[in-house]
């Protein structure tokens, strides 16, 4: 093969020179000062933070300037600005560029090997194209790198390799790229870990037992909602202050026309309640229910226990609030609706919970939506009936992500956890039946509700009712 990879500094690096011996490089989060270069070492640090070069070329510039002797120099700079990620990787192709693979986490490594001209190599089900500003991006959730393809080349290489294919065969389909060009780019795809060697005997299809358990869109969920395997901007940014207005810190009721509930004596529960101990080692998940439905009076103080507003904190950039349950931020993005079937002096229907006013606002009575949301409930549960009441747990999404960067929807999951285990906790201090649910459908909820599924829709669900004593 005559190509090779053209490394260059990644845009995040940019290079000054004080004096003739001097380079001054500035990356995200540190400043660096080489002192005393030879001019060969200049001459390889300017060429890297311009249009790039060669491992070759770049020493060869190096040795024919200065001579052999600062090649060791040469080449300890290169494997410090390679550990540091500020070297991108890439290939050309009939003088123009192809592909780019830069670093986004610091356990970035590239260290390419051979191709086996007898091996299949497929891509890996991990991998995935979308659109960076204006630029296809491959990425994958086990690189620790990303390639910015140029041009239409590597996206039918890509393509190609959805099944799995030599690089004779993949040559022989695509005629218009050069082989080198083909080869540089599997090779590229294969050490980032794009790319797997396809064995139609293996059980796991390339892939460890490990990695075939995982779910493509869990495993990018958790590689970019924490830390570590990617370069974007994580944690409380806020990003879309003086843009957009935040939305409010509890959600305005539609109506104005709300069903007061029952408030429980909190001082009086304080001293009476089960001890703590006993409320923890009795909860339990309870899928029957007593003949007599909960009543309005206790799905009241179940609410109010739960989910009230305790007190509204106004703020300058975002309003929050303080609630019987943690939330990320203090910002509370979840809202209950209230589905009843059964529950005394309530009507059947369904209700939007007001936590600040402590009230049951009606949406609609029973509706086709509204049943089928109960079916998907007893399909989940292994119910034989009905049951009395279900909580749609909705996230208001823009409160969360107003805020917090890369991390929203990771922590309002954590706040459904949270949230479902105050319910089971007071569910079982009041003697009711309480019983979370993993899975339910957020389209029909959308549409029972009457909500734009981007900005409101369900992530929880959970079944309360009346205990068999
Ligand atoms: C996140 C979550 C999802 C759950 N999903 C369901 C479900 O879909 N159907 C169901 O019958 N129980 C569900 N449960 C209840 C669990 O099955 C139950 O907590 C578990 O078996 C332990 O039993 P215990 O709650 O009685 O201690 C869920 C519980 C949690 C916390």
Redesign the pocket.
Known sequence: MTQAYVLSFTKDVSVDFPAPDQVVIQTLDRRSTLKGLTPGLVRAITILSSQGASEDELSRQVAETDGESALARFYYYLSIFSKRCMIRYGISCNGKPMATLSPISAHFQFNPGSLDPESKYTLSRFSYLHRENEDPVLESPLSHGKITLHGWMGAAIAAELAGAKTLGSLCDLLKEIPRDAIELFLGMLLAAGFLIEAKPEDPYHGETRTLAQWDFHDLLFHARSRLGRHANRFGGTYRFIGKIDPLPAVKPASSGQTLDLYKPDMEKLEQEDYPFTLVLEH???I?EYAERPITDRQLGEFLYRTARVKELIKHDVQDVSRRSYPGGGAIYELEIYVNVNACESISPGFYHYCPKNHGLEPLCGPTEATAALFKDAVR???LELTPQVLFTIASRFQRLSWKYESMAYNTMLKNV?VL?QTMYLVATAMDLAP?????GNSDLFAEAAALDYYAETSVGEFLLGSKRM
Do not use: N, V
């Open positions: 909860r339990k998940s899928r989940s549960t292994g956890g479902y019983c979370a649910i993993g899975g």
